[in-house]
């Protein structure tokens, strides 16, 4: 509390205010006609506060000449205006009359102590961002829920707007004390009532105070130094004095707002910085660093940096990234670098190990911040750090790739180790090409030894903000890669050329194309109009360059498959519009290089590149067609008609009879033909006659080399592909029709008939053929032009989907159980294994198009989800998205495929435990079949209204299944398939209440209560299902141990085979017979008054009596298509069932 003050006391504080501001009486005449204008203006916000504030007001009113407000607020009334009821509102209408208000208030304070104080309690609070008015009762009270009122509304905006009164000790002195003899303030406290007073705010106030004092206080110094420096003669000493004293008093308040502080720092801060709430935590590491850059001399020391370097490890990303941004503050200055030695020694490991941060943000932001630090503290980081950094520049996140190709920039880039010597008189474009020269050699060293040869273009995109312009000086790179062997520069290995190259190609299709690359995200961001058009510059300064240099480089590499493949892609990338393009002579000498390449090499990298660019360059819209475009036919046409002649000389009386020479010449031209009919239509040249003749001599006689029969399967399959790509132009009569369809049933047999071929590449490429083909053909029929001649027919026989089906089980789901349950760790990984695993995906995926295109029907993909859980790791995604198609498509076929998944595995289990052998590796488990549906059950999301009749019907399904057929006798006493009723009671939990009593009423059609309330061991799943259809899980307590176990407790099958996609019904006179095809279910949900006749289902008497049982066909579930939201309450009594 204050203590009371005196006449001396206050006589000395308004002489110290006098020595402030000396024209105070001025600006208080200034201000109160300012303020009256601007009371008129706030006339209804006046009013408002003035109801808010009556209280008081009203108390003032009675003494206004001694109250708080004093002759101040007088002037104010005298003119009519509207009455100030706060000393916050007073300030706030008269900000220049801050003296006059201030001894008012001494006055006022002086006359009755607790008035004064209370009004000044009031403006502080006021002042924090508090809406509430402190009143005398409130005062007395000092009860919670009057402070938890004050804290109720805050408002941020005028809070802390007017900080120069914090310059007054007083002010952080004068509290609302919780005990009259307790020396603790809610300032300081931490109860959950002060934790929204922004103390943290105040400090920071006070901080710019102190700057302010520190300013005049070295102002008065330097005044002193002035005056001692004069000579005695001119020294006035009373001025020297008044000086002294002027700084003894700067430097005396200094210190005591360095004590506030200090206290506010311990009372606050050290109770606020673990704050449960994370936005205190925050704010408490905001205002840490801004106190740290402002008053470095108090506040930048290890004691409280030690804050900010253990709440790195803070668990919300918020808090993390404020430590981060402030440490960049710091280390942005080098004036404060001395002090942060202790905290690099202590908190680098920290910094490193965020960049790793699952918080995007935090990762970058601490990357640059290290960035900082490597900049002006080399010593820090030592190079395993480095190391460790750099390899960030291969990160999937392209902000934190782009802060690592910063840092990497700046230490190995910007200022090379092996800079070049330069000679004396060296031009200008010499030294630049050094130069460059010197970063290619550092940017191969640092390539090389992260050991990620194929990565690249990642590394050019994580390099191209901060390192494009040497990226982009394509002229030193290629002068690099066409140097002359016998010069001193030129001693680049061969694997140095290669990685030149592919780092020119990356920078090539970086400038054309941006930062769109496969697995790495992006931030969105606005593209400015000089961002637009440097693209636009670059294409055509790379056209002009290249078309002028790429064949002196395919000429000096052409003997490299690896780097002349690399070259070959620049041509896709140059711009035929572009006004440096008009070079007729140096595309035609491109051309005549690429024809010459291709001449001498086959393998399928530049085959590829080649026929990609060769496509760019022959696009009928650009300016280089007519060029092009001949120069393509020309080597097409040379390659058909040798490939005519040699398969007319191997080709003789149905065999195929070419010795080694001959045979690999018809590989290397068919290898050409096929690369290029894969990227553009060939059909002029007739491949398919020239072609197809070679399949039937391999199907008829065989000999044929397996890399041949390979290239003819798919340089064949390309052929139909384009027919049917182009069928809707080229069919104009039945007979062409007819030809087409002949084409297509001929190329699915041939295919069909190498599907039992003795070689793997020759059966795997058969069957992608086939799935290709089949896939563009159902295509094809989607997008029919009904003003076309009519459509291409072909449907694949059952043995072709027979074949298909055997393939994909006997050569994707094989291998050891590790395929299902490693993570990669556990076995030996390496590029085969990778390899063979892509090989198999690639056949699934193949497969599942058919089925989600509707070629094959949805019911054979049974067989693929019973492999869900069992190769999850490898091909669950691929599963996954499979089923979520089929859904898409129907979602009760697709319901009925799972329905048969389960029943089939179940079907097979349930045999092999009859048998009495042990259960083969290749039979999944009753424990792995019931994770299986619950799998399923899983994929049908959280909205169930959308999957009402699809779960209704696998509930139909499987009670069905379970009950059909099924007579009780003594020696039978349950059905053989009543544990189903455990695997099917997964998918309980996503019914809807009313559904699950319809199911729980359909169920009670072909048991009767008291078999359901049966507790002997064979009805335990059936107790458990039921459990699971009224939501009474303590009911199937007992039957945990049962439905757990891997061993399934019923009798044998007694040469009962059931198939589960046949369907079985009981007849009056108990014989078995096929029931009609099932309906769809319906939802049907009524909301009415409830019925008096309707009843639950534990009061429903028995239908039938233990004993033989004789029963009526089953029923069909019907439920409306009333739509039922999830938050909306039903009565499970109004539901009615429409069996």
């Given at each position: 509390m204050i203590a009371e003050p005196t006449v001396t006391s206050r006589s000395s504080v308004q002489n110290e205010n006098l020595a402030v501001d000396a024209n105070s009486s001025g600006a208080v005449n200034h201000t109160v006609g300012g303020a009256r204008n601007e009371n008129r203006q706030k006339s209804l916000r006046g009013k408002r506060r003035a109801r808010g504030g009556s209280e008081n007001a009203k108390r003032r009113h009675t003494k206004v000449t001694n109250g708080s407000l004093g002759q101040a607020q007088n002037r104010h009334l005298k003119h009519g205006d509207i009455e100030a009821v706060t000393l916050f509102e007073v300030v706030t209408m008269g900000r220049s009359a801050m003296q006059a208000v201030v001894d008012d208030w001494i006055e006022a304070y002086i006359t009755d102590r607790d008035s004064g104080l209370l009004d000044l309690i009031s403006f502080f609070i006021q002042c924090s961002g508090c809406k509430g008015l402190v009143t005398a009762e409130m005062f007395q009270s000092r009860q919670d829920d009057v402070m938890r009122k004050m804290v109720e509304e805050l408002d941020e905006g005028s809070g802390l707007q007017y900080k120069k009164f914090l310059a007054f000790p007083w002010i952080l002195t004068v509290t609302w004390p919780m005990d009259m003899d307790s020396g603790e303030y809610p300032l300081t406290m931490s109860g959950p009532y002060w934790r929204r007073f922004r103390a943290m705010k105040l400090l920071s106030s006070l901080i710019g105070v102190a700057l302010s004092l520190s300013v005049s206080i070295e102002n008065s110094q330097r005044l002193g130094e002035v005056e001692r420096t004069k000579t005695s003669g001119r020294r006035n000493s009373p001025r020297l004095e008044r000086i002294n004293r002027k700084t003894t008093e700067l430097q005396d308040r200094r210190v005591e707002i360095e004590n506030m502080m200090d206290a506010i720092f311990k009372g606050v801060f050290l109770k606020r910085y673990r704050d449960v709430l994370p936005e205190i935590r925050s704010m408490c590491m905001e205002e840490l660093a801004v106190w740290m850059k402002l008053y470095s001399p108090v506040f930048l020391t290890d004691s409280y940096l030690k804050y900010m370097g253990w709440m790195m490890h803070d668990k919300l990303p918020d808090v993390r990234l404020k430590c981060v941004l402030g440490l960049q503050g710091l280390y942005g200055d080098p004036l404060l670098l001395p002090k942060l030695d202790l905290f690099n020694s202590r908190f680098k490991d920290r910094m490193i190990s965020m960049t790793l941060d699952k918080d995007h943000e935090v990762a970058v932001q601490t990357l640059r911040l290290l960035t900082l630090i490597s900049q002006s503290a080399e010593e820090v980081i030592n190079p395993e750090d480095y190391k460790q950094l750099f390899q960030l520049v291969f990160s999937s996140h392209r902000p934190l790739a782009t802060a690592a190709g910063e840092l990497l920039y700046t230490r190995?880039?910007?200022?090379?180790?092996?800079?070049?010597?330069?000679?004396?008189?060296?031009?200008?474009?010499?030294?630049?090409?050094?130069?460059?020269?010197?970063?290619?050699?550092?940017?191969?060293?640092?390539?090389?030894?992260?050991?990620?040869?194929?990565?690249?273009?990642?590394?050019?995109?994580?390099?191209?903000?901060?390192?494009?312009?040497?990226?982009?000086?394509?002229?030193?790179?290629?002068?690099?890669?066409?140097?002359?062997?016998?010069?001193?520069?030129?001693?680049?290995?061969?694997?140095?050329?290669?990685?030149?190259?592919?780092?020119?190609?990356?920078?090539?299709?970086?400038?054309?194309?941006?930062?769109?690359?496969?697995?790495?995200?992006?931030?969105k961001k606005v593209v400015s109009a000089r961002e637009k058009k440097s693209p636009v510059d670059d294409c055509g300064r790379l056209t002009e360059h290249?078309?002028?240099?790429?064949?002196?480089?395919?000429?000096?590499?052409?003997?490299?498959?690896?780097?002349?493949?690399?070259?070959?892609?620049?041509?896709?990338?140059?711009?035929?519009?572009?006004?440096?393009?008009?070079?007729?002579?140096?595309?035609?000498?491109?051309?005549?290089?690429?024809?010459?390449?291709?001449?001498?090499?086959?393998?399928?990298?530049?085959?590829?590149?080649?026929?990609?660019?060769?496509?760019?360059?022959?696009?009928?819209?650009?300016?280089?067609?007519?060029?092009?475009?001949?120069?393509?036919?020309?080597?097409?046409?040379?390659?058909?008609?040798?490939?005519?002649?040699?398969?007319?000389?191997?080709?003789?009386d149905g065999n195929f009879t070419a010795d080694a020479e001959k045979t690999g010449e018809i590989l290397s031209t068919l290898k050409k033909l096929t690369a290029f009919h894969n990227a553009q239509d060939l059909s002029r040249w007739g491949l398919y006659e020239q072609v197809f003749p070679l399949l039937s001599v391999e199907i008829i006689h065989g000999g044929l080399p397996t890399q041949l029969t390979v290239e003819a399967l798919q340089c064949v399959s390309y052929s139909v592909l384009w027919n049917l790509n182009t069928s809707g132009e080229t069919l104009t009569s039945r007979e062409k029709a007819v030809a087409q369809r002949s084409q297509m049933r001929a190329l699915c047999e041939k295919c069909l008939r190498c599907l039992s071929h003795n070689d793997q590449s020759v059966k795997e490429q058969a069957f992608l053929s086939l799935c290709d083909v089949l896939t563009a053909h159902n295509y094809q029929l989607q997008v029919w032009d009904p003003s076309s001649y009519g459509p291409l027919l072909y449907t694949p026989d059952p043995k072709l989907q027979r074949a298909l089906l055997a393939f994909i089980l006997e050569h994707v789901f094989t291998g050891a159980e590790y395929d299902s349950h490693s993570r990669g760790s556990d076995v030996e990984s390496g590029e085969g294994r990778l390899e063979e695993l892509h090989r198999r995906r690639s056949l699934l995926a193949g497969y599942c198009k058919l089925i989600v295109h509707g070629v094959l029907?949805?019911?054979?993909?049974?067989?693929?989800?019973?492999?869900?859980?069992?190769?999850?790791?490898?091909?669950?995604?691929?599963?996954?998205?499979?089923?979520?198609?089929?859904?898409?498509?129907?979602?009760?076929?697709?319901?009925?495929?799972?329905?048969?998944?389960?029943?089939?595995?179940?079907?097979?289990?349930?045999?092999?435990?009859?048998?009495?052998?042990?259960?083969?590796?290749?039979?999944?488990?009753?424990?792995?079949?019931?994770?299986?549906?619950?799998?399923?059950?899983?994929?049908?999301?959280?909205?169930?209204?959308?999957?009402?009749?699809?779960?209704?019907?696998?509930?139909?399904?499987?009670?069905?299944?379970?009950?059909?057929?099924?007579?009780?006798?003594?020696?039978?006493?349950?059905?053989?398939?009543?544990?189903?009723?455990?695997?099917?009671?997964?998918?309980?939990?996503?019914?809807?209440?009313?559904?699950?009593?319809?199911?729980?009423?359909?169920?009670?059609?072909?048991?009767?209560?008291?078999?359901?309330?049966?507790?002997?061991?064979?009805?335990?799943?059936?107790?458990?299902?039921?459990?699971?259809?009224?939501?009474?899980?303590?009911?199937?307590?007992?039957?945990?141990?049962?439905?757990?176990?891997?061993?399934?407790?019923?009798?044998?099958?007694?040469?009962?085979?059931?198939?589960?996609?046949?369907?079985?019904?009981?007849?009056?006179?108990?014989?078995?017979?096929?029931?009609?095809?099932?309906?769809?279910?319906?939802?049907?949900?009524?909301?009415?008054?409830?019925?008096?006749?309707?009843?639950?289902?534990?009061?429903?008497?028995?239908?039938?009596?233990?004993?033989p049982i004789v029963r009526e066909p089953p029923p069909t579930i019907v439920i409306s298509e009333e739509p039922f939201h999830a938050n909306e309450e039903l009565d499970v009594d109004t539901v009615e069932v429409d069996l």
């Open positions: 190995l880039l910007s200022s090379p180790t092996q800079a070049p010597d330069l000679r004396e008189g060296a031009s200008e474009q010499d030294t630049h090409t050094q130069l460059t020269t010197a970063r290619v050699r550092a940017l191969l060293h640092f390539y090389q030894d992260s050991e990620l040869h194929q990565h690249v273009v990642y590394l050019v995109d994580s390099l191209w903000d901060c390192a494009g312009a040497m990226l982009k000086d394509w002229s030193s790179l290629t002068s690099l890669l066409l140097q002359d062997p016998s010069t001193q520069d030129a001693d680049l290995s061969a694997g140095e050329q290669s990685l030149v190259v592919e780092l020119l190609v990356a920078s090539v299709r970086q400038a054309v194309e941006g930062p769109l690359l496969a697995g790495r995200s992006t931030c290249f078309l002028k240099v790429l064949p002196q480089l395919l000429i000096k590499y052409s003997g490299s498959p690896e780097t002349v493949a690399s070259l070959l892609k620049i041509p896709q990338y140059l711009h035929p519009d572009s006004p440096h393009a008009e070079f007729p002579q140096a595309l035609s000498g491109l051309l005549a290089e690429m024809g010459a390449v291709l001449e001498l090499h086959t393998h399928p990298a530049v085959l590829e590149a080649a026929a990609r660019s060769y496509l760019s360059l022959c696009g009928e819209e650009t300016a280089w067609h007519p060029l092009a475009r001949p120069g393509r036919d020309a080597v097409v046409q040379c390659w058909a008609d040798r490939l005519a002649a040699l398969l007319g000389d191997a080709l003789q029907e949805m019911s054979m993909a049974a067989d693929l989800f019973k492999y869900y859980m069992k190769y999850y790791n490898n091909f669950g995604d691929i599963i996954k998205e499979t089923l979520s198609r089929t859904r898409q498509m129907d979602k009760i076929e697709s319901a009925r495929t799972l329905v048969l998944c389960l029943q089939q595995l179940f079907l097979r289990l349930k045999q092999e435990q009859d048998s009495g052998v042990t259960c083969s590796s290749g039979v999944q488990t009753f424990s792995s079949i019931k994770e299986l549906a619950r799998r399923f059950s899983l994929t049908f999301g959280w909205d169930q209204t959308k999957s009402r009749e699809s779960l209704a019907l696998i509930h139909r399904d499987g009670i069905e299944f379970v009950f059909q057929g099924f007579v009780q006798r003594a020696e039978k006493p349950s059905p053989p398939y009543l544990s189903y009723l455990t695997i099917l009671s997964e998918f309980s939990s996503k019914l809807l209440r009313p559904d699950k009593k319809i199911v729980y009423t359909y169920l009670q059609r072909y048991i009767s209560e008291q078999t359901i309330s049966n507790r002997e061991e064979c009805w335990l799943p059936l107790i458990y299902y039921r459990a699971s259809l009224l939501a009474t899980g303590a009911e199937g307590e007992d039957a945990v141990s049962f439905i757990s176990s891997d061993t399934l407790k019923q009798p044998s099958l007694a040469n009962r085979s059931r198939s589960p996609s046949v369907r079985h019904s009981p007849t009056a006179d108990g014989d078995v017979r096929s029931p009609s095809a099932l309906t769809s279910t319906e939802t049907k949900v009524r909301r009415p008054h409830k019925a008096s006749s309707s009843t639950s289902p534990e009061d429903r008497k028995p239908e039938v009596e233990l004993g």
